[in-house]
């Protein structure tokens, strides 16, 4: 063998990965310090905490996909290696990456090539590492294996760019890609956040179905704690670049033995809450210190118009023509909303929940006056909103803000924080000084002194919190919000929810919230509405839809909601998945 190339040696009994004393340093600057971690082959073990703990430089430093100004010290051995992968060269680290350790990442847009159709490269994998003699073969193969994770069609799949396939889709052809070569090791850093409860469901299964079938070990990264329950047979919790607490995930959290251990778990608990309905949160919660600018103006406002609903849509229906698939063929429609009539009340809570492409951020979007509907009406306030141009929408950009998913949407790459949460105050002409600049940043979780950053020098979380600030600057009488705490950890989730919570209550706002988690809008609304290929099957009380939900659509996205009580119960990734089956039976 190669001594450029890793060969097996010095793993402790059954272990696939052991690491010892791994520090990574940037600088003089420790940013993990002395992790020791093991998985065994079949193991599957989770790595918790929140964003900024270390998790993924743990896991980028046993890959050796450090970047070029981080340094790593210690030991991490593999299986197949003869030696520490610690400064070993980077020749015989990408032999190793996608054969005998792989990983996958929370966008799979990041480790798919646009240019590229799938089935190619699905098949690149396996004929640069050698695993398939020819490029047939290796195509061949690539099939099995887009099938062996369930996609609903594995030959057109194989000829499809990345952009034609849904989140999901492209999470499992990811996923297809590092299990080609059946590595000893499967690395998966957050791979379900961006997912909705039921594609989530199935993701997970096929991950630890995946592992199963070929003896791997799984280092499984998160930050929701149900999800690491449901997945993984042994935990470690980071924080601060440290392991504080490791052991088998039914000990660890039905008996943590760590102070920050027990307030993570208490934090991602959304029905405990104190006397006020609030979130628990081991970090300092501002939430209550923020108070809207004119906010006695945005009451007189909304008092004037209490007669009148807040939002109004009749009959919305969305439809979008595609591409021709040829020159004589008719330009194929996309029914994105069909016949959508919705009433919203003032200072009402309003969740919308559905699988991805139910049209859920498309109402959103109609309703803020991003996009106009095919036919029906929209009122905000009384007043018309569909089809008015932009320059005619000037009161409804006074009145309603919207949260993004995506925080980079709402954020110039080339602005300075402060200045972007500063920027819709400016425009409405209302005050935007450094004092409240710094006080939206502190109610959000971030440090008023790290205002004179640039969006890429925080995390991702950190973005979104930053985006949450600047919808909430002007003091809007109606926020939308879509999926606003899907990249946040379970402490900041807590605090940013009682923050809006707050702010809803406080100012009598109204607030439409969208989101996958069902266990977010059963918190944060008290009206809930479902979903499903463009239309609503259901609406109710979010306790009563929850609690009986009437339409087995509804049961079955409550069935798949990953929870701590249910996963040490019992319930399994496979469990959660069977619960969509009937509706996907692909």
Do not use: W
């Not at 290696?81 to 996958?104: F, H, I, K, Y």
């Not at 099995?144 to 499992?172: F, I, K």
């Not at 940043?441 to 440090?447: N, Q, S």
Request: aromatic fraction near 2%; proline fraction near 6%.
């Amino acid at each position: 063998m190669s001594p450029d190339l890793p060969g097996e040696a010095d793993l402790p009994g059954e272990a696939v990965l052991s690491v010892s004393g791994l520090s990574v340093t940037v600088g003089d600057r420790a940013l993990v310090s002395g992790v020791d971690l093991q998985v065994a082959r079949g193991e599957r073990v989770g790595l918790i905490g929140e964003s900024g703990s270390g998790k993924t430089l743990t896991a980028l430093a046993v890959m050796g996909l450090l970047p070029e100004n981080l340094q790593a010290r210690g030991s991490v051995r593999l299986a197949g290696a003869d030696r520490d992968l610690v400064g070993a060269g980077e020749r015989a680290l990408s032999r190793l990456r996608g054969s005998a350790m792989a990983m996958v990442f929370q966008e799979p847009m990041t480790a798919l090539n646009p240019t590229m159709r799938v089935g190619d490269q699905v098949a690149e994998v396996m004929l640069i590492h050698g695993t398939r003699p020819d490029r047939r073969t290796a195509r061949a193969a690539a099939r099995e294996l887009l099938a062996d994770v369930r996609l609903p069609d594995p030959e057109q799949a194989l000829r499809a760019y990345p952009h034609q396939l849904s989140g999901g889709q492209r999470q499992r052809v990811v996923l297809a890609m590092a299990l080609a070569n059946d590595p000893a090791l499967l690395i998966c850093d957050e791979p379900t956040t961006a997912l909705d409860v039921t594609v989530q469901a199935n993701v997970l299964d096929l991950i630890v179905s995946g592992v199963a079938a070929r003896d791997a070990g799984l280092l499984f990264i998160t930050h929701d704690l149900a999800v690491v329950a449901t997945v993984c047979e042994k935990v470690a919790v980071m924080v601060d670049g440290r392991v504080v607490e490791s052991g088998p995930v039914q000990q660890v959290f039905t008996a943590p033995t760590h102070e920050y251990t027990r307030q993570l778990l208490a934090a991602s608990d959304l029905s405990v809450v104190d006397d006020r309905g609030r979130l628990r949160s081991h970090r300092a919660d501002a939430a209550t210190r923020v108070r809207t600018q004119d906010a006695g103006a945005d009451r007189s406002v909304a008092r004037e118009r209490v007669d009148l609903p807040a939002i109004e849509v009749d009959q919305v229906s969305r439809v979008y023509r595609r591409a021709r698939t040829s020159l004589l063929a008719p330009s194929p429609a996309v029914h994105a909303l069909s016949g959508v009539s919705l009433r919203v009340a003032h200072g009402e809570k309003v969740g919308i929940v559905g699988e991805s492409g139910c049209g859920k951020s498309t109402l959103l979007r109609i309703i803020a006056g991003l996009d106009q509907p095919t036919s029906g009406t929209v009122r905000v306030e009384g007043q018309i909103v569909s089809g008015l141009p932009e320059r005619r929408l000037g009161f409804l950009r006074d009145r309603l803000q919207l949260v993004f998913q995506d925080p980079m949407g709402s954020l110039d790459p080339r602005m300075r924080v402060a200045d972007s949460v500063a920027e819709p105050l400016v425009a409405q002409r209302k005050p935007a000084g450094p004092g409240r600049v710094a006080e939206l940043l502190e109610a959000v979780g971030i440090d008023p002194a790290s205002g004179h950053r640039f969006p890429h020098q925080f995390s991702g979380g950190q973005r979104q919190r930053i985006s949450i600030a600047r919808a909430l600057a002007p003091g809007p009488g109606l926020l939308l919000a879509d999926e606003p705490v899907s990249a946040l950890d379970v402490s900041v989730r807590a605090q940013v929810l009682n923050l809006i919570t707050d702010l809803v209550d406080d100012l009598g706002l109204t607030l439409v919230f969208v989101s996958h988690d069902l266990s977010v809008v059963r918190h944060v609304c008290h009206r809930v509405v479902v979903m499903k290929a463009g239309e609503i099957v259901e609406e109710g009380p979010t306790a009563q839809v929850y609690g009986e939900p009437r339409e087995p659509y509804t049961r079955r996205l409550v069935q798949s909601v990953p929870t701590i009580q249910r996963a040490l119960a019992g319930v399994t990734a496979a469990d959660l998945a069977a619960a969509r089956k009937e509706e996907h039976p692909a």
